[in-house]
């Protein structure tokens, strides 16, 4: 069956950019049409849902990280990235994705076990 | 708006029944039948339980319900049992290509 799996360093510093990617096996995003989402969870706190892209490569940010995200497809691997820039503490959280499959499926159905990044000097 | 309104603790014994709110505004949970919740314990992935305001997943025991009035959403679980205690999140697709989640309650049993 489809699994997500985020990878990415542990660890960022003030400042730097935050990068992970979210391999997709057993099914392809580009042929899949669903909708492919990070989540972030701060420690001890909700979620909060960072933006998605398609398999085409339309992407949709939550306008209060706009200005310092960037969401991509792989070039050539079933994988899409995250990059958010200018990072500080606030940051540190823990980065999930998940798909969702609108239109009809209005949820998110499959989540990666999420990765830890925590920013620090 | 950054969040929908989940009260941040709820509690209950062994087979009561606990409901969780998620308030929003019309212009979300009150704008789209988009609700989903989610069950997460300590540590682990969200599981999603609810979908469409009340549909249950297979393999989401019938205890687990959960409606809409206006822009309240309520998932309501029945006979509780140990293992549901955990915390809970609701998600409203707010428009506009966003979603939105709630705060999060922490059921104890």
């Known amino acids: 069956q489809v699994q997500l799996q985020e990878s990415g360093p542990g660890l960022v510093k003030p400042s730097q950019t935050l990068s992970l990617t979210c391999s997709v096996s057993?099914?392809?995003?580009?042929?899949?049409?669903?909708?492919w989402n990070w989540i972030r969870q701060h420690p001890g706190k909700g979620l909060e849902w960072i933006g998605y892209?398609?398999?085409?490569?339309?992407?949709f940010y939550n306008p209060s990280l706009k200005s310092r995200l960037i969401i991509s497809l792989g070039t050539s691997e079933n994988y899409f990235s995250l990059r958010l820039s200018s990072v500080t503490a606030a940051d540190t959280a823990v980065y999930y994705c998940?798909?969702?499959?609108?239109?009809?499926?209005?949820?998110?159905?499959?989540w990666g076990r999420g990765t830890l990044v925590s920013v620090s000097s | 708006q950054s969040a929908l309104t989940q009260p941040r603790s709820v509690s209950g014994s062994p087979g009561q029944s606990v409901t969780i709110s998620c308030t929003g505004t019309s212009s979300d949970v009150g704008g789209f039948n988009y609700v989903s919740w989610y069950q997460q314990y300590p540590g682990e992935v969200p599981k999603l339980i609810i979908f469409d305001v009340s549909q249950r997943p297979s393999g989401v025991p019938h205890r687990f319900s959960a409606s809409k009035s206006w822009k309240t959403a309520s998932l309501t679980i029945s006979g509780l049992q140990a293992d549901d205690e955990a915390d809970y999140y609701c998600c409203s697709y707010v428009g506009r290509d966003m979603w939105m989640f709630g705060g999060g309650t922490k059921l104890t049993v």
């Open positions: 998940a798909r969702d499959g609108r239109p009809i499926d209005w949820y998110f159905d499959l």
């Open positions: 057993g099914g392809s995003i580009s042929t899949d049409g669903y909708y």
């Open positions: 892209i398609t398999s085409s490569g339309s992407t």
